[in-house]
Structures are given as C-alpha cells and as structure tokens.
C-alpha cells in the first residue's frame, strides 16, 4: 500500500495559521477513526500530537487541532510559535493490521 | 514516567540480522498495551514495522512480515526486533514504541538508534 501523501513544506509567520494535509484512500483515512498526528523536531524522536483524528493527549498545546473530511486528514496549528518549527507527519490505520505513514512536512515560522 | 531506551548494534553486515532491544522503565508491559517499532530512512520517511502484545496476536506490516520477529518478555520488561537478511535498504533510524489503547497510535517513543547496513 502506498504512503499517505503530504505536502512537503508549509509556513507561516508568528501567530498565523498553518493547515497541513494528508490524503489518503477511503481504505484508511476514509475508512478508521485512527488518524494520527506527530511532530518531529531535528535530532528529536516523534511526538504524538492527536490520535483518533482528532483528540489531544494531554500537554498538548490546544492550538494544534485536527479534522477530517473525506479520505483527507487535517493538522492546523493556530497562533505559530517559533518552536513549531518542526517536521509533521500523518499516519492511519489501513486495516488488515497495518499502519501508514505520510511522507513528512517541514513547517518553516518565518 | 513511561520512557523506552534502545540498544544493539549500530552496524550489521548485509545478509545477516539486525537484532535490538527496547528497555521499558516507568510502566509493566503486563499491564497491557501493543509495543513495537517505527523506522525513519536516512530520507526521513517513517515505516511502521510491526507490535506485540504480551498475551495478544503479533502484527507486521506486510511488506516486511517474511523478514520481521517482534517479542514481549514480561519478565525482563523488554521487547525485541530481530530483522533478517538485511541490505542496504534497511539502514535507518529504529525507533520503539508504545501503542495507545484505542486509535493506532504511538504515545512514547524512544530516542531512536541508528543502524547501519554494510555491504
């Protein structure tokens, strides 16, 4: 099965919004509520960012948000701070018991 | 505070197998949970390679499931992935993981080992 697909950049100045998508089939993100979003800082392993398309573990920052529509998936990041400056990268459930990835997206705060 | 550390070779020759371990310290695997491991090409992309639960079905991602053993031992509070027959290809970073109960996610990682093939 082929990776979800993600834009490979986006950026915004301090304090706007930045929306990254990730699309995939309707045989995974259209398919399960197991939509998952993580960040990656340079050197840093991921961190879990939202599960279950749109919930926040606790400690995240309420302004990472998620939705979805469709067989596309969405990560918003309101009001950037500079050390949202990271790669982000989607995955999905895609049923028959594996997992899919998104090819990563590196959010650049001006 | 759950925290995973891994360890092993960081290179193996080609053909050969790629064999590490997870620590896990600050949670029981018994006490339930999937764990597993993720890798990260030197190209950034990340690949889920599979989890195993101590008592429950062990799943791997189809593309390396003829290759791939993951296993839980309770009694040391470890996990283990062994790779066989590696090449090139598999150079990356491996990091593992925790599942989250519900929603295929991955809560706690560790800091990742990098692991070279040699050819």
């Known amino acids: 099965q082929s990776a979800l697909t993600q834009p490979p950049s986006a950026s915004g100045s301090p304090g706007q919004s930045v929306t990254i998508s990730c699309t995939g089939t309707?045989?995974?993100?259209?398919?399960?509520?197991?939509v998952s979003w993580y960040q990656q800082h340079p050197g840093k392993a991921p961190k879990l960012l939202i599960s279950?398309?749109?919930k926040r573990p606790s400690g995240v920052p309420s302004r990472f948000s998620a939705s979805r529509s469709g067989n596309t998936a969405f990560l918003t990041v309101s009001g950037l701070q500079t050390e949202d400056e990271a790669d982000y990268y989607c995955s999905s459930y895609a049923g028959n018991f594996n997992l899919l990835f998104g090819g990563g997206t590196r959010v650049t705060v001006l | 505070q759950v925290q995973l550390q891994e360890s092993g070779p960081g290179l193996v020759n080609a053909s050969e197998t790629l064999s590490l371990m997870c620590t896990v310290s600050g949670f029981s695997i018994s006490r339930g949970h999937y764990w597993g491991w993720i890798r990260q090409t030197p190209g950034k992309r990340l690949e889920w390679i599979g989890s195993d639960h101590y008592i429950g079905p062990t799943s791997y991602n189809p593309s390396l499931k003829s290759r791939v053993s993951i296993s839980v031992d309770t009694s040391s509070n470890q996990f283990s992935l062994k790779l066989f027959s590696v090449t090139a290809a598999d150079t990356a970073v491996y990091y593992c993981?925790?599942?989250?109960?519900?929603?295929?996610?991955?809560?706690?990682w560790g800091q990742g080992i990098l692991v070279t093939v040699s050819s």
């Open positions: 993981v925790r599942d989250t109960l519900q929603g295929w996610a991955r809560d706690y």
């Open positions: 279950e398309v749109t």
């Open positions: 309707s045989g995974d993100i259209g398919a399960y509520d197991a």
